[in-house]
């Protein structure tokens, strides 16, 4: 659109005029639910996740959306994404729904969560190796990136050997014959999940 959302808020907040084309895109940000969308996401996802812990650290499970969106902005700045990296175990770990989602925060956003969410009797059906590896060869390219940086971090925190093996089962399984979403920016992150692998030590 041209005009950042930060600008827009400024404008929102009386700190700059507004001219007519900026009411009117202000308009289209508030339909969308864009504005201060990454700032509501992460108020919303500490929120859900208040008392959770990491199994890998024990420290707040909201610290880990909180590095994922972190990875995320290295390669992109949309905060549809940026949102959805917030909130995207809200669904499998807090029992959020799909519709409180798109009410909050928009359809798109929402649905990246959905895609982002496991389905826990499938799982348990094929195994979790297999599962992911047909899901993660399933994601839309936006999902996929969201997903990555989620295993990147994941494979940063965890110190144990058979968890790490399982991550790098599931990456070689999709890279076995890569998506058709498969892009640079995917190439480049599991190159990195790869190199945080090659470089662990393992507590068991």
Request: glycine share 6%.
């Amino acid at each position: 659109m041209g005009i950042s959302a930060a600008t827009l808020w400024d404008w929102v907040t009386g700190r700059h005029a507004v001219t007519e084309n900026n009411l009117r895109l202000m308009e289209v940000l508030v339909r969308e639910n864009r504005l201060g969308l990454v700032e509501r996401a992460k108020a919303f996802a500490r929120c859900r996740h208040e008392g959770q812990t990491r199994k890998f650290t024990g420290t707040a499970y909201a610290e880990h959306p909180a590095a994922v969106a972190r990875l995320l902005s290295e390669y992109t700045d949309d905060v549809c994404l940026l949102a959805a990296a917030w909130l995207h175990d809200t669904m499998e770990d807090c029992g959020v729904s799909y519709e409180e989602l798109a009410a909050e925060f928009g359809p798109y956003v929402a649905s990246l969560v959905f895609q982002l969410t496991n389905d826990e009797q499938e799982k348990n059906f094929l195994g979790k190796v297999r599962y992911m590896i047909r899901k993660l060869r399933s994601l839309p390219p936006d999902a996929l990136m969201i997903k990555l940086c989620d295993m990147l971090h994941n494979m940063t925190e965890t110190r144990s050997r058979p968890q790490a093996e399982k991550y790098m089962k599931i990456l070689e399984g999709v890279m076995e014959k890569c998506p058709v979403a498969w892009n640079e920016v995917h190439e480049q992150l599991a190159a990195r999940i790869r190199e945080v692998y090659g470089g662990k030590e393992f507590s068991k």
